[in-house]
């Protein structure tokens, strides 16, 4: 499978970037994990937008859905031209009231994941782990029929079940919002020492640190990771592709 990372800012998008997004392509398939602010514009570089099967939402912050209100009303008009043939598959991760709105639920089959849930799209299985956050949060996990793994984090505070669910994939994308200085800010949220520490049980193939602050030197959260984990890292950019 191939991954590009469309955008990885925490919060809001720096100037002509954007924020949480990361496109996963396997024999046709074209998921579309979150759809943070920016994203829409970015992954037409990418992709046409018809051509998404499905968008997984690991949760109701603006930084990882606000432009999937756009990418419906993209649905709704490339449907309406007949550029497009079926619904956009909306997969989300929230409890109680807390839920996504659509102005045109016909375009859009939305449906809400578990840490239970297992979604099948096309050759790729995607299974779901909750996460300490502010707000119910998931990180995903996508396998290929070929046995190889990705996972990416979503938001979350240092936790078993994100090294659990982690262990062993090829890739882990891997959220890093703070430099460790940072350390008691938000429970919510990764250091970029937490994030090495995860990886340093977890042993992912590779690790890519995402969801990165706007200050300080990107480098050292590098720096920071690799005090507890000695493998591969990498921070993410835009238009960062990946052959998983
Ligand atoms: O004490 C705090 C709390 C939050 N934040 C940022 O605001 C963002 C809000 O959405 P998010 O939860 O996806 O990510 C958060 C962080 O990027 C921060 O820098 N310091």
Redesign the pocket.
């Known amino acids: 499978m191939d991954l590009t990372v469309i955008g990885y ?4 998008p720096d100037k002509n970037e954007a ?2 997004g990361y496109l996963l392509e396997h024999k046709g398939s074209k998921i579309l994990l979150d759809c ?1 602010s920016g994203v829409l514009s970015k992954l037409q570089n990418y992709t046409t937008l018809e051509e998404l099967d499905a968008v997984v939402i690991t ?1 109701l ?4 859905m606000a432009d999937v209100y756009s990418l419906e009303f993209a649905t709704l008009i490339s449907m309406q031209l007949g550029r497009r043939l079926k619904p956009l598959e909306v997969y989300v991760y929230y409890k109680d009231s807390n839920r996504l709105d659509f102005s045109y639920p016909q375009y859009v089959n939305v449906h809400q994941v578990t840490p239970q849930s297992v979604v099948t799209i096309g050759e790729l299985t995607l299974e779901f782990s909750e996460n300490i ?3 119910p ?1 998931c990180a995903v996990k996508v396998t290929s029929g070929e046995g190889k793994s990705l996972v990416y984090s979503g ?1 979350t505070g240092y936790c078993q079940k994100i090294i659990d669910f982690s262990w062993g994939v090829d890739v882990l994308v891997l ?1 890093s ?2 430099y460790s200085w ?1 350390k008691e ?2 429970q ?2 990764l250091t970029a020492g937490e994030a090495g520490q995860i990886a340093a049980i977890a042993q992912p193939g590779r690790l890519i640190l995402t ?1 990165l ?2 200050y300080g030197d990107h480098q050292q959260l590098v720096l920071e990771a690799s005090v507890h984990y000695n493998g591969e890292i990498q921070l993410a950019y835009c238009g960062m592709r990946l052959t998983i």
């Open positions: 800012w925490g919060a809001y924020t949480s943070g949760h912050h603006a930084d990882h956050h502010e707000v949060c938001d959220e919002s703070f940072q800010l938000n919510g949220h969801h602050p706007h």
